[in-house]
């Protein structure tokens, strides 16, 4: 049997597929361990600059595999769930000092569209959907799904979104402001393949203080926000790829990043 975690290790980044196409990729505990264990050591992989999440066949990912939830017995503790896997995962990629791209192939609902939202870019076919299909089972939106949505499309459409469930086409998401691009089914991976490859020479240090400056900006005052920007510049101008942007800058030159702190 194929394992559910597929990587691939390209020049200077690395593709990550979610690889339960018959289960449309869905999360079940063994999965969710072989993709802990797969990002965390790309996390610490100083020759993996960038990261590039998709999902096998014909769907990104449908959340949570509801078939490993049914018992005869007393209720699971899907509390439990979200905390041991989900909220790990979710926090990994926000986390990880690296760019994370996502390239949604098809359906991402659930914790599915959530984890996609998670990432740092997202890129979707034009058939993709998103749906937050938590309210159809009478649960609510997990894996970051009350954090990014109001925060990415508004409160009225976050809202309403979690508790119609109506899916979100791609090309209706990108106009929302929900990801990046939608592209063509057929230029999906050629697209995301060719970002996640550009993002991998650029200053790696640098991009990981912007994530760090985006992901505290939410709960920051403004004035709270200008001293972190203030701290992180100061840290930025301090690694090799800034001084190496600034002489490939002056001699009017492709510059040449390395990555390092």
């Not at 960038?50 to 209720?75: E, K, N, W």
């Not at 998103?130 to 894996?143: H, N, R, T, Y």
């Not at 991998?200 to 200008?226: C, M, R, V, W, Y």
Request: aromatic residues 6%; charged residues 25%; contains cysteine.
């Amino acid at each position: 049997m194929d394992p559910s975690i597929l990587v691939s290790r390209r020049d200077q980044w690395a593709e990550v597929t979610l690889n339960r196409p018959d289960r449309l990729n869905s999360f079940n505990e063994d999965m969710h361990r072989l993709l802990a264990a797969e990002l965390g050591q790309l996390a610490l992989d100083t020759s993996i600059r960038a990261v590039l999440l998709t999902g096998a066949g014909r769907g990104f990912c449908a959340g949570q595999d509801l078939a490993d939830r049914m018992t005869s017995g007393p209720a699971p503790d899907l509390g439990a769930t979200i905390g041991t896997f989900y909220n790990p995962l979710i926090r990994r990629i926000r986390g990880m000092r690296k760019p994370v791209v996502c390239a949604v192939n098809g359906v991402a609902a659930g914790a599915g569209a959530n984890i996609a939202l998670a990432c740092d870019i997202v890129l979707a076919a034009r058939s993709a959907k998103f749906i937050q299909a938590f309210a159809k089972i009478g649960l609510v939106p997990d894996s970051g799904g009350t954090f990014f949505l109001p925060r990415l499309v508004g409160d009225a459409r976050g809202r309403a979104l979690a508790l119609l469930g109506e899916p979100v086409p791609a090309e209706r998401a990108e106009a929302w402001g929900m990801i990046w691009k939608a592209v063509e089914d057929a230029e999906l991976m050629t697209e995301a393949r060719t970002l996640t490859a550009e993002l991998a020479t650029q200053p790696t240090q640098g991009l990981a203080l912007i994530k760090e400056a985006f992901n505290a900006s939410g709960a920051n005052t403004l004035d709270t926000q200008l001293d972190l920007e203030r701290d992180l510049q100061r840290r930025a101008g301090r690694t090799s790829d800034y001084r190496e942007g600034l002489r490939a800058f002056m001699e009017k030159r492709p510059a040449r990043f390395t990555g390092e702190a």
